[in-house]
């Protein structure tokens, strides 16, 4: 039988179920990626290219001309992504372990990466001539992978209100910047009342452009059947608080039940995923709950989802990589909580990878070949862990932890428990004390390696390690009950 339809309301939303492809993925990898990688200067370079004296200002000025001459529009026309393999990088991405893949659509710079009947300003009219969401999806699903797009259009109108000054000193003072030109309107916004620089909500509430943004949501979800669709921010265009009365949730409750029912039409049942990140439950409970760039303390109810990255968002060439020591703790320690960690792979314009992020996914790949199965298919155990240290929880921070022998965390699938060893004892004594007298542990293995002697009283588990551990990075005791 048919799964009923929803309606956009918060109420027929609340009926949102999480499907079991997500609750068995844990691990997506996203393709935050467009024109503003040409420069390879980091996020939001669209926006601080308009800003007079910021670091990409100068850049720009510097290495193209000022953006009064040469503007973003130019950058666009720039991006060919002539080296952009997605067959070959999704090859990649299953190996190290992606059991989900999520393409950017768009970013707040209004350029959309498909062939847009609503938007010139996108991947097959302007720039690579490729349909780059299309592409994606083709090569995900030659994987069987869950395919999801990210939106990050709705905070665009005001983010962008900056492209419509001029310099205040120097040799272009006053000469308004190229988005001033009513010939290109539809791509910079007609946006000039978020000017100036603090009247610059996240979300506007310009109803015209809710009407742009839904009919964006609507060509996406007719195009790609997504099985995920995240926003950049709250629900749309709400103000990341808890009233669900707020009128300005109309638009964005519209496109999240057009988005399940698509789903329903195609499945029979919907097994779609709506994610954005307001932290109030009344609010996230119509879909999953997504955190950037942090996570959460503890095991909550329903799963839920980090987006990270290994750099920053967009390629930079200055930047400091995370190493695979870290994006492997970060996961596990995400997935001991039932959550799922979604990172963003940094392509270079030509969208190819670097020798590093290349380095990055083989390293992924054979830790996954050893311990995939205490990841995979997995839900949390009764605690997400034990011992000393836990993730410094605090905006955008994503320290690596400096664990210690005390340290584990924890997955279950059936009669099996996962225990991972965040630091390896060295006296590899591995001692783990969260087990009751009632959990009577019929053996132990070291994955990767096989059976290992272990003693357990009053609860209390002992397991002698060999002195050769199966992985350089962390390691995992599968006990079964």
């Not at 990409?56 to 001309?65: T, V």
Request: charged letters at 25%.
């Amino acid at each position: 039988m048919s799964q009923a339809k929803f309606t956009p309301s918060f109420d027929s939303l609340y009926n949102f179920e999480c499907p079991s492809w997500f609750k068995d993925a844990k691990f997506g990898i996203w393709s935050h990626w467009g024109p503003q990688s040409v420069p390879m200067f980091g996020d939001w370079y669209a926006r601080h290219m308009y800003i007079e004296g910021s670091a990409q200002y100068n850049y720009h000025c510097r290495h193209y001309g000022h953006p009064s001459k040469f503007g973003y529009k130019d950058i666009c026309a720039l991006w060919k992504a002539e080296k952009f393999d997605p067959d070959e990088l999704m090859e990649l991405y299953y190996k190290a372990g992606a059991r989900y893949f999520v393409a950017q659509a768009m970013h707040h710079d209004n350029f959309f990466n498909y062939a847009s009947k609503i938007n010139r300003f996108n991947s097959v009219d302007v720039g690579p001539g490729k349909d780059i969401c299309g592409l994606w999806k083709k090569a995900a699903d030659k994987y069987n992978m869950p395919f999801g797009l990210t939106e990050h259009l709705a905070a665009s109108f005001s983010w962008w209100a900056g492209n419509k000054g001029a310099d205040k000193t120097g040799p272009y003072a006053g000469v308004p910047y190229d988005a001033s030109n009513p010939e290109y309107a539809d791509f910079y916004h007609a946006n000039q009342e978020h000017i100036p620089e603090n009247n610059r909500p996240w979300y506007t509430k310009n109803k015209k452009f809710h009407e742009y943004w839904l009919a964006t949501m609507k060509e996406l979800i007719d195009l790609y059947h997504p099985d995920m669709l995240y926003s950049d921010g709250d629900l749309p265009f709400g103000d990341g608080g808890t009233n669900i009365n707020d009128e300005n949730y109309k638009v964005g409750l519209e496109a999240v039940s057009y988005l399940y029912n698509d789903s329903i039409a195609k499945n029979g049942e919907n097994r779609a995923i709506y994610t954005q990140k307001n932290r109030n439950a009344e609010i996230f409970n119509i879909g999953l709950l997504d955190i950037e760039k942090s996570q959460l303390p503890d095991i909550p109810k329903n799963p839920w989802q980090t987006d990270t990255c290994i750099g920053g968002w967009f390629y930079h060439a200055a930047d400091t990589f995370k190493k695979p020591a870290h994006i492997i703790e970060m996961l596990i320690d995400i997935v001991s909580k039932n959550g799922c960690m979604l990172l963003n792979i940094l392509q270079k314009p030509d969208g190819s990878i670097d020798d590093e992020t290349r380095y990055l996914l083989t390293e992924l790949a054979e830790w996954n070949k050893i311990c995939g199965d205490a990841i995979y298919a997995t839900r949390p155990w009764r605690q997400f862990g034990e011992g000393d240290s836990k993730v410094v929880i605090s905006g955008f921070r994503e320290d690596k932890v400096d664990w210690n022998s005390s340290d584990y965390r924890f997955t279950q699938k059936g009669n099996k428990l996962y225990a991972f060893m965040m630091a390896v004892p060295e006296n590899r004594v591995s001692v783990i004390k969260s087990l009751t007298e009632a959990d009577k542990v019929k053996s132990v293995k070291l994955l990767g390696c096989g059976e290992v002697p272990f003693s357990q009283a009053f609860g209390t588990l002992t397991v002698k390690l060999p002195e050769n551990m199966p992985t350089k990075y962390t390691n995992c005791l599968e006990i079964e009950f």
